[in-house]
C-alpha cells in the first residue's frame, strides 16, 4: 500500500492567480498520476508525472495551464495556473500500487473554490 | 473515446441490499474496480475483478461482470451507515505503461434510517 499526503486540502483563490499542489508519497513511485474531480463526472485524468522526465498531459489539459514538477521519487506538485472559476474542483494525486492488481492509491484530495 | 456509465444516485434503506450499477463500452476491458470515495476523503480500492470471471464475492460485496452486455454491478448486502459514500466504477486495458483507467462519474449512495 502507500499513504499519500497532499497539500493544502482546501483552499479559496482569487481569479488570475495560480497555487501550487503538493504529493507526497511514502514510497518510491515511478508513475504519479493528477486527477481532477468535478461534482457529477468523470474522474479525469489530467497528466502523469514521471521521475527525470517531462510529464505526460492527457487531451484538453496542457503544461502553461498545468505545469508539473517531479524532483524525485516520492514527491510531485501541480501547478494550476491563471485560475477562472472553470478551475474549481477537487484536484487529486495517485499511485499506482506494484502488485499485479492495477490498484490506485489517492490522496485526500486538494479542493481549490476560485472566486 | 471508451466510456463508463453509471447513476448519479442511488437511495435504499438501511438493512436493505444496495446494488450499484456500471456499463462500460471498452470491449477489450480486462480489469474493473469499484472505489469507494467517503466525505472527505480519496478514493480507495473496494473491489475489483478480471474480465475472466463473471463473479466475486467478499464479505458484504457481490461484484457482477456480464461481459456480453459489458455490464457491472456491486452489490452491498445489509447496508449500513457507514457504507454512505459515491462509488467509482473504472476499468482498464492495461497494466503496463499505458495504464489508465476510464472512470465513471460515480454513483452516491445514500441511506436512509
Known amino acids: 500500500s502507500a499513504v499519500i499526503s497532499q497539500k493544502p486540502s482546501r483552499d479559496i483563490c482569487q481569479r488570475g492567480t495560480s497555487l501550487t499542489i503538493q504529493c507526497q508519497v511514502d514510497?518510491?513511485?515511478?508513475?504519479m498520476f493528477w486527477y481532477r474531480q468535478q461534482p457529477g463526472q468523470s474522474l479525469t485524468l489530467i497528466a502523469t508525472a514521471n521521475q527525470g522526465s517531462e510529464a505526460t498531459y492527457e487531451s484538453g489539459f496542457v503544461i502553461d495551464k498545468f505545469p508539473i514538477s517531479r524532483p524525485n521519487l516520492t514527491f510531485s506538485t501541480l501547478t494550476v495556473s491563471n485560475m477562472s472559476p472553470e478551475d474549481s474542483s477537487i484536484y487529486l494525486c495517485?499511485?499506482?500500487?506494484?502488485?499485479?492488481?492495477?490498484?490506485?492509491?489517492f490522496g485526500e484530495g486538494s479542493r481549490l473554490t476560485v472566486l | 473515446g471508451e466510456d463508463v456509465e453509471q447513476s448519479l444516485f442511488l437511495s435504499v434503506r438501511e438493512g436493505d441490499s444496495s446494488v450499484i450499477n456500471c456499463t462500460y463500452t471498452?470491449?477489450?476491458?480486462?480489469?474493473l474496480y469499484w472505489y469507494k470515495q467517503e466525505p472527505g476523503a480519496g478514493l480507495q480500492l473496494l473491489t475489483y475483478?478480471?474480465?475472466n470471471m463473471d463473479m466475486k464475492q467478499d464479505q458484504r460485496l457481490t461484484v457482477l461482470l456480464n461481459k456480453k452486455d459489458k455490464h457491472l454491478s456491486l452489490r452491498i448486502a445489509d447496508t449500513q451507515t457507514g457504507d454512505s459514500a459515491i462509488y467509482f466504477c473504472a476499468e482498464t486495458s492495461h497494466m503496463d505503461s499505458n495504464y489508465q483507467l476510464i472512470w465513471g462519474a460515480g454513483t452516491k449512495l445514500i441511506i436512509k434510517p
Open positions: 471498452d470491449s477489450s476491458s480486462t480489469y
Open positions: 475483478i478480471f474480465s
Open positions: 514510497s518510491q513511485v515511478t508513475m
Open positions: 495517485s499511485v499506482k500500487g506494484g502488485d499485479d492488481t492495477g490498484e490506485l492509491f
